[in-house]
């Protein structure tokens, strides 16, 4: 099971001193979690895509590549690789070459976005999203696979003899979880092709994640990849986390009441009851995230949003502190105990190579045996 931290990056008003750090700020403080992440005993760092005001991070690779000179064991991942208006051969290109800067510890997750205007910015029509998510994809798919790759689709120019550079190191891409809040046939993409699926798991009821993973699940079955119980599925989640439930309450409701998603609707307490938004202690906190097995079954990755709203920076690094020491040590240990043989673990450039390493030598030996 691996644990981390995903950031928005967004520029949001301190409600409770009216302060809004500005963009050099962020960026900074962004670098400053990554680091402290894995001082606390987290797995993965994974940055959001935006090309808009309030949010700051446009270049996640330039990003990514900075904080993987600062760490050592780190996955580095987006939280959104906006696919429909990327271009897949600047998309293979630049995590590929990542890659081979972070020594592997690399992924990414594709996802649309939820900015409608981003799609006239980089010349697409936003009433095409899906069908551009699966031609970009199919295109990228196969430029990290093949040296040398002749195309033609709807959305962008031909490909003749093209070959995407850098290669993939050890011959092996990034692996992809494709990310979605709402959309089945994003659940479909990431079984078709046996990559990981991630639910935000943020905004909507149980019941919906519930469905959207199940349907991935038996999709990715029905493709051949596994059992449905062998699917990689990925979580999201929001938390808050102070020694007692009610300093933890206290604390962060003038930060959801003014913050830009949450404010002017439903009250803290309603949406931590309607939604996984988790506000408490380290013991809430753990069991709300072990109750997440209940209704999406083993899973292979947990992201915890800590960062968003305003919140200072000093605030943001205590909840990592305390998530690194009095949470995470106990859902490892449960999560592990908890998981049946066969569920494979979270995804890994070593263990993905080793893998691939050890299917060829199958292959080769029953060519020998026939």
Request: hydrophobic letters at 35%.
């Amino acid at each position: 099971m691996q644990f981390g931290i995903f950031t928005v990056g967004d520029r949001t008003t301190d409600p409770t001193n009216g302060s809004t750090p500005d963009e050099y700020r962020r960026i900074k403080a962004m670098v400053e979690i990554a680091v402290k992440a894995e001082e606390a005993g987290f797995d993965v760092f994974a940055t959001g895509e935006h090309h808009n005001p309030p949010f700051v991070p446009s270049s996640p690779t330039t990003l990514l590549g900075h904080i993987a000179a600062r760490t050592e064991r780190l996955i580095l991942s987006t939280s959104t690789t906006l696919i429909t208006t990327n271009d897949p051969v600047k998309i293979a290109e630049d995590y590929a070459f990542l890659q081979h800067l972070a020594d592997g510890r690399v992924d990414l997750m594709m996802g649309r976005g939820n900015t409608g205007p981003v799609y006239p910015w980089f010349g697409q029509d936003i009433r095409q999203g899906i069908p551009l998510a699966v031609e970009n994809y199919a295109l990228l798919h196969r430029l990290w696979r093949e040296d040398v790759v002749d195309w033609q689709g709807r959305f962008r120019t031909a490909l003749q003899g093209f070959t995407a550079t850098p290669r993939p190191l050890d011959g092996v891409p990034p692996f992809v979880w494709h990310g979605s809040i709402r959309s089945p046939e994003i659940a479909e993409q990431a079984a078709y092709y046996g990559d990981g699926f991630f639910a935000n798991h943020i905004f909507w009821p149980k019941q919906h994640t519930a469905r959207m993973v199940d349907l991935y699940r038996r999709r990715f079955a029905h493709y051949g990849h596994g059992t449905p119980e062998q699917a990689i599925v990925g979580l999201g989640g929001h938390v808050f986390v102070r020694r007692n439930s009610q300093d933890a309450v206290r604390e962060f409701r003038p930060y959801f009441d003014h913050a830009p998603v949450y404010g002017g609707g439903p009250s803290l307490e309603e949406y931590m009851r309607e939604t996984p938004m988790t506000v408490g202690s380290p013991q809430q906190i753990i069991d709300r995230t072990l109750s997440f097995r209940e209704y999406v079954g083993d899973y292979q990755r947990q992201l915890f949003l800590v960062d968003s709203g305003g919140l200072p920076q000093k605030t943001v690094l205590e909840q990592l502190d305390l998530l690194g020491e009095e949470v995470l040590p106990v859902l490892r240990k449960e999560f592990a105990a908890l998981r049946p043989a066969g569920v494979p673990e979270g995804p890994t450039h070593a263990a993905r190579v080793a893998r691939r390493d050890a299917d060829a030598e199958r292959a080769a030996e029953d060519a020998r045996g026939a």
